[in-house]
Protein backbone atom coordinates (compact mmCIF):
# COMPACT_ATOMS: atom_id res chain seq x y z
CA UNK A 1 0.00 0.00 0.00
CA UNK A 2 1.43 3.38 -0.96
CA UNK A 3 -1.14 5.50 1.93
CA UNK A 4 1.37 4.31 4.79
CA UNK A 5 3.52 7.30 5.95
CA UNK A 6 5.28 8.51 8.84
CA UNK A 7 5.97 11.95 10.40
CA UNK A 8 8.94 12.35 7.96
CA UNK A 9 7.64 10.94 4.71
CA UNK A 10 8.30 12.42 1.65
CA UNK A 11 7.07 13.28 -0.47
CA UNK A 12 3.37 14.78 0.89
CA UNK A 13 0.47 13.06 1.24
CA UNK A 14 -1.43 15.45 -1.11
CA UNK A 15 1.93 15.93 -3.62
CA UNK A 16 2.07 20.01 -2.68
CA UNK A 17 3.97 21.75 0.10
CA UNK A 18 2.20 24.51 2.40
CA UNK A 19 -1.62 24.75 2.84
CA UNK A 20 -3.67 24.08 0.34
CA UNK A 21 -7.25 23.53 -1.00
CA UNK A 22 -9.50 20.19 -1.34
CA UNK A 23 -13.11 20.57 -2.85
CA UNK A 24 -15.10 18.50 -1.54
CA UNK A 25 -17.89 18.55 -3.94
CA UNK A 26 -19.15 21.29 -6.28
CA UNK A 27 -22.54 21.21 -7.88
CA UNK A 28 -23.08 19.82 -11.52
CA UNK A 29 -20.66 21.51 -13.92
CA UNK A 30 -23.78 23.02 -15.62
CA UNK A 31 -25.36 24.58 -12.23
CA UNK A 32 -21.63 25.28 -11.19
CA UNK A 33 -19.87 26.34 -14.47
CA UNK A 34 -18.02 29.56 -12.55
CA UNK A 35 -16.73 27.41 -9.79
CA UNK A 36 -15.35 24.49 -12.06
CA UNK A 37 -13.87 27.16 -13.75
CA UNK A 38 -11.77 28.39 -10.87
CA UNK A 39 -10.43 25.52 -10.57
CA UNK A 40 -8.29 25.71 -13.67
CA UNK A 41 -7.26 29.21 -13.21
CA UNK A 42 -3.33 29.45 -12.72
CA UNK A 43 -1.67 30.00 -9.26
CA UNK A 44 -4.54 28.43 -7.08
CA UNK A 45 -3.22 26.22 -4.12
CA UNK A 46 -5.47 23.20 -4.99
CA UNK A 47 -4.80 20.04 -3.73
CA UNK A 48 -7.78 17.96 -4.81
CA UNK A 49 -11.35 18.49 -6.14
CA UNK A 50 -14.12 16.22 -5.64
CA UNK A 51 -16.25 14.76 -8.87
CA UNK A 52 -19.62 13.75 -7.44
CA UNK A 53 -22.12 13.14 -10.59
CA UNK A 54 -25.09 11.96 -8.86
CA UNK A 55 -23.91 10.65 -5.36
CA UNK A 56 -21.50 9.01 -6.85
CA UNK A 57 -20.47 8.00 -10.52
CA UNK A 58 -24.27 7.94 -11.66
CA UNK A 59 -25.90 5.58 -14.08
CA UNK A 60 -23.82 6.59 -17.08
CA UNK A 61 -21.11 8.62 -18.11
CA UNK A 62 -22.04 12.28 -17.68
CA UNK A 63 -20.24 14.32 -21.13
CA UNK A 64 -20.18 17.56 -18.65
CA UNK A 65 -18.87 16.07 -15.99
CA UNK A 66 -16.31 14.31 -18.22
CA UNK A 67 -15.11 17.37 -19.89
CA UNK A 68 -14.93 18.99 -16.04
CA UNK A 69 -12.75 16.43 -14.69
CA UNK A 70 -10.27 16.25 -18.17
CA UNK A 71 -10.26 19.92 -17.77
CA UNK A 72 -8.84 19.81 -14.21
CA UNK A 73 -6.78 16.66 -14.94
CA UNK A 74 -4.85 18.63 -17.70
CA UNK A 75 -4.54 21.43 -15.23
CA UNK A 76 -2.69 19.65 -13.24
CA UNK A 77 -5.30 19.12 -10.52
CA UNK A 78 -6.01 15.41 -9.09
CA UNK A 79 -9.74 14.14 -9.38
CA UNK A 80 -11.17 12.18 -6.78
CA UNK A 81 -14.72 9.95 -7.25
CA UNK A 82 -16.85 10.40 -4.39
CA UNK A 83 -17.87 7.47 -3.32
CA UNK A 84 -20.42 7.17 0.35
CA UNK A 85 -19.39 4.49 2.55
CA UNK A 86 -22.72 5.30 4.76
CA UNK A 87 -21.10 4.78 8.18
CA UNK A 88 -20.57 1.53 7.14
CA UNK A 89 -24.07 0.95 5.98
CA UNK A 90 -23.18 -0.19 2.21
CA UNK A 91 -21.97 -3.45 0.93
CA UNK A 92 -18.76 -3.49 -0.22
CA UNK A 93 -20.30 -4.55 -3.55
CA UNK A 94 -21.68 -1.38 -4.63
CA UNK A 95 -18.52 0.46 -3.39
CA UNK A 96 -16.27 -0.95 -5.66
CA UNK A 97 -19.03 -1.07 -8.38
CA UNK A 98 -18.69 3.04 -8.46
CA UNK A 99 -15.39 2.46 -8.19
CA UNK A 100 -14.79 0.88 -11.11
CA UNK A 101 -17.18 3.03 -12.88
CA UNK A 102 -15.38 6.58 -11.97
CA UNK A 103 -12.50 5.23 -13.03
CA UNK A 104 -13.67 3.48 -16.26
CA UNK A 105 -15.87 6.66 -17.10
CA UNK A 106 -13.94 9.64 -15.81
CA UNK A 107 -10.47 8.81 -15.45
CA UNK A 108 -10.05 9.58 -11.94
CA UNK A 109 -6.34 9.82 -9.54
CA UNK A 110 -8.17 8.50 -6.37
CA UNK A 111 -11.40 8.77 -4.50
CA UNK A 112 -12.92 10.85 -1.59
CA UNK A 113 -14.70 8.13 1.07
CA UNK A 114 -17.60 9.94 2.52
CA UNK A 115 -19.39 9.36 5.22
CA UNK A 116 -16.60 7.52 6.41
CA UNK A 117 -16.79 5.12 9.65
CA UNK A 118 -14.51 6.33 12.29
CA UNK A 119 -14.94 3.89 15.02
CA UNK A 120 -12.27 0.84 15.50
CA UNK A 121 -14.62 -1.96 14.93
CA UNK A 122 -14.99 -0.93 11.16
CA UNK A 123 -11.64 -0.04 10.69
CA UNK A 124 -10.88 -4.09 9.13
CA UNK A 125 -13.50 -3.27 6.66
CA UNK A 126 -12.39 0.23 5.50
CA UNK A 127 -8.77 -0.99 5.29
CA UNK A 128 -10.08 -3.98 2.39
CA UNK A 129 -11.92 -1.25 1.04
CA UNK A 130 -9.04 1.09 0.84
CA UNK A 131 -6.57 -1.70 -0.61
CA UNK A 132 -9.34 -2.74 -2.94
CA UNK A 133 -9.37 0.49 -4.44
CA UNK A 134 -6.08 0.76 -4.72
CA UNK A 135 -6.16 -2.02 -7.25
CA UNK A 136 -8.68 0.01 -9.14
CA UNK A 137 -6.54 2.72 -9.57
CA UNK A 138 -3.04 2.01 -8.36
CA UNK A 139 -1.24 4.69 -6.17
CA UNK A 140 -4.16 6.69 -6.24
CA UNK A 141 -4.88 9.28 -3.45
CA UNK A 142 -7.22 8.03 -1.02
CA UNK A 143 -8.99 10.66 1.29
CA UNK A 144 -11.14 9.59 4.07
CA UNK A 145 -14.17 11.43 5.03
CA UNK A 146 -15.17 11.05 8.56
CA UNK A 147 -15.21 14.22 9.64
CA UNK A 148 -14.51 14.20 13.23
CA UNK A 149 -11.53 12.44 14.23
CA UNK A 150 -11.68 8.83 13.89
CA UNK A 151 -9.89 5.61 15.83
CA UNK A 152 -6.05 6.47 15.39
CA UNK A 153 -5.53 3.51 12.67
CA UNK A 154 -7.22 4.83 9.77
CA UNK A 155 -4.26 6.66 9.42
CA UNK A 156 -2.52 3.65 8.31
CA UNK A 157 -4.68 3.07 5.58
CA UNK A 158 -4.79 6.35 3.82
CA UNK A 159 -3.62 9.49 2.36
CA UNK A 160 -5.72 12.08 4.27
CA UNK A 161 -8.09 12.30 6.99
CA UNK A 162 -10.97 14.77 6.72
CA UNK A 163 -10.95 15.22 10.99
CA UNK A 164 -13.07 18.22 10.93
CA UNK A 165 -16.65 18.82 8.71
CA UNK A 166 -19.03 20.94 10.19
CA UNK A 167 -19.66 24.47 10.71
CA UNK A 168 -17.76 27.50 12.24
CA UNK A 169 -19.52 28.14 15.02
CA UNK A 170 -18.49 24.33 15.98
CA UNK A 171 -14.97 24.63 14.98
CA UNK A 172 -13.92 27.84 17.01
CA UNK A 173 -14.52 25.39 19.84
CA UNK A 174 -12.94 22.43 18.28
CA UNK A 175 -10.14 20.38 19.51
CA UNK A 176 -7.20 18.57 18.32
CA UNK A 177 -6.67 14.84 18.83
CA UNK A 178 -3.42 14.32 20.57
CA UNK A 179 -2.29 10.92 18.63
CA UNK A 180 -2.31 13.82 15.16
CA UNK A 181 0.69 15.32 16.27
CA UNK A 182 2.73 12.06 14.98
CA UNK A 183 1.62 12.99 11.74
CA UNK A 184 2.61 15.97 9.36
CA UNK A 185 -0.38 18.73 8.49
CA UNK A 186 -0.53 17.04 4.85
CA UNK A 187 -2.14 13.99 6.25
CA UNK A 188 -5.52 15.94 7.63
CA UNK A 189 -8.12 17.84 6.04
CA UNK A 190 -10.59 20.55 7.49
CA UNK A 191 -14.11 21.57 6.02
CA UNK A 192 -15.85 24.06 7.33
CA UNK A 193 -19.14 25.98 6.51
CA UNK A 194 -20.84 29.29 7.58
CA UNK A 195 -17.49 30.93 8.66
CA UNK A 196 -18.17 34.98 8.24
CA UNK A 197 -15.28 36.70 6.12
CA UNK A 198 -14.79 38.70 9.85
CA UNK A 199 -13.76 35.29 11.33
CA UNK A 200 -11.47 33.84 8.24
CA UNK A 201 -7.92 34.86 9.80
CA UNK A 202 -9.25 33.36 12.95
CA UNK A 203 -10.28 29.99 10.96
CA UNK A 204 -6.77 29.87 9.02
CA UNK A 205 -5.04 30.33 12.73
CA UNK A 206 -7.38 27.34 13.94
CA UNK A 207 -6.25 25.18 10.91
CA UNK A 208 -2.79 25.60 11.31
CA UNK A 209 -2.47 25.35 14.78
CA UNK A 210 -4.65 22.26 14.58
CA UNK A 211 -2.51 20.99 12.14
CA UNK A 212 -4.27 20.68 8.93
CA UNK A 213 -2.51 20.99 5.14
CA UNK A 214 -6.00 20.83 3.34
CA UNK A 215 -8.94 22.86 3.85
CA UNK A 216 -11.95 24.72 2.70
CA UNK A 217 -13.76 27.16 3.99
CA UNK A 218 -16.95 28.68 3.01
CA UNK A 219 -19.03 31.30 4.29
CA UNK A 220 -22.27 29.92 2.45
CA UNK A 221 -24.52 27.58 5.39
CA UNK A 222 -26.31 24.20 5.59
CA UNK A 223 -29.13 25.49 3.15
CA UNK A 224 -27.93 29.48 1.50
CA UNK A 225 -30.80 31.01 -0.11
CA UNK A 226 -28.30 32.88 -1.88
CA UNK A 227 -27.36 29.50 -4.42
CA UNK A 228 -30.53 27.42 -3.48
CA UNK A 229 -27.98 24.14 -2.72
CA UNK A 230 -28.63 22.00 0.61
CA UNK A 231 -24.64 21.18 0.46
CA UNK A 232 -22.92 24.43 1.96
CA UNK A 233 -19.93 23.27 -0.03
CA UNK A 234 -21.68 23.17 -3.45
CA UNK A 235 -20.55 26.84 -4.65
CA UNK A 236 -17.61 29.36 -4.80
CA UNK A 237 -16.94 30.96 -1.13
CA UNK A 238 -18.01 34.62 -1.56
CA UNK A 239 -14.18 35.65 -0.49
CA UNK A 240 -12.58 33.22 -2.74
CA UNK A 241 -10.41 35.43 -4.00
CA UNK A 242 -9.24 36.60 -0.63
CA UNK A 243 -8.34 33.19 0.56
CA UNK A 244 -6.61 32.19 -2.34
CA UNK A 245 -4.49 35.13 -1.82
CA UNK A 246 -3.86 34.64 1.43
CA UNK A 247 -2.41 31.15 1.77
CA UNK A 248 -1.16 31.03 -2.14
CA UNK A 249 -0.06 33.15 -5.05
CA UNK A 250 -2.17 36.26 -5.61
CA UNK A 251 -5.49 35.98 -7.91
CA UNK A 252 -4.03 37.55 -11.49
CA UNK A 253 -6.77 39.61 -13.34
Do not use: K
Not at 20 to 49: M, N, Q, S
Not at 170 to 191: C, G, I, K, M, N
Not at 203 to 232: E, K, L
Request: negative net charge; proline residues 8%; aromatic residues 10%.
Amino acid sequence: MPHLRSADSSPSATGAAGLGFGIPGYAHPLLAPVEWAELTRPGTPLHWAVLNVADGPGSMPDPHCLEAAGRLRNAGVRVLGHLDLAYGARSFGEIVSDAHDFHDWYRVDGFYLDRCPAEAPYLADVRLTTATLDTIVPGGHLVLGHGTHPYRGYADIADQLVTFSGPWTDYRWSQVAEWTADHPPERFVHLVHGVPRSHLDEAMRIARWQGAGTIFFTDHGDHDQRTGQNSPFAALPGYWDEIVSQIGPGVSE
